[in-house]
T-cell receptor, first 116, second 108 residues
């Protein structure tokens, strides 16, 4: 069991480009969560997804950000037309489902996005 | 909205000294609270959860409903304890709420 895999580990983008962050959950986990950690700040919830469904996106910026978790393949966090303020560490976590958030919540190592 | 507050952004103590990282939560029935640790450039790891009343790496945390607190304590700090510590609670069915985090530095 490889745990939650995020790639790339580091991503550099120029302003205006698109950033795609990938998250492969723990095998058997059907729930994925994305968090953002801005420099010198704590973790902020962004979005919670189940397979093919967005359950809670209350933490997502209204524009330029989107997330998906298709039936097959990893979850993708997509940031269009990146700006310097998007530079942060983006963490993904997964859980097996109901009740999993209490015991089976596993974090990935994160993707550090730098916008230049 | 339910909140978790970690009032100290930075905490620095000497090796061997006691450590207390503060966490306060907004009142809401019976909260479920946890502490996570993030060592330098590593992923977040669950340190302990209040329902199990366990001690991990010498750390303990007691839920104080009267003070709505869940402070993390260790009687004698070690250099390897230097890390970022997050207090968090469950909100709703699945969403987690994290505190702002406290960066703990242990000085030799």
């Amino acid at each position: 069991n490889a745990g939650v895999m995020q790639n790339p580990r580091h991503l550099v983008r120029r302003r205006g480009q698109e950033a795609r962050l990938r998250c492969s959950p723990v095998k058997g986990h059907s729930h994925v969560y994305w968090y953002r950690q801005l420099p010198e700040e704590g973790l902020k919830f962004m979005v919670y997804l189940q397979k093919e469904n967005i359950i809670d996106e209350s933490g997502m910026p209204k524009e330029r950000f989107s997330a998906e978790f298709p039936k097959e393949g990893p979850s993708i966090l997509r940031i269009q037309q990146v700006v310097r303020g998007d530079s942060a560490a983006y963490f993904c976590a997964s859980s097996p489902g109901t009740g999993g958030v209490r015991y089976g919540y596993t974090f990935g190592s994160g993707t550090r996005l730098t916008v230049v | 909205a339910q909140r978790v507050t970690q009032p100290e952004k930075l905490l620095s103590v000497f090796k061997g000294a006691p450590v207390e990282l503060k966490c306060n939560y907004s009142y809401s029935g019976s909260p479920e609270l946890f502490w996570y640790v993030q060592y330098s450039r590593q992923r977040l790891q669950l340190l302990l959860r209040h329902i199990s009343r366990e001690s991990i790496k010498g750390f303990t945390a007691d839920l104080n409903k009267g003070e709505t607190s869940f402070h993390l304590k260790k009687p004698f700090a070690q250099e390897e304890d230097s890390a970022m510590y997050y207090c968090r609670r469950i909100q709703g069915a699945q969403k987690l709420v994290f505190g702002q985090g406290t960066r703990l530095t242990i000085n030799p």
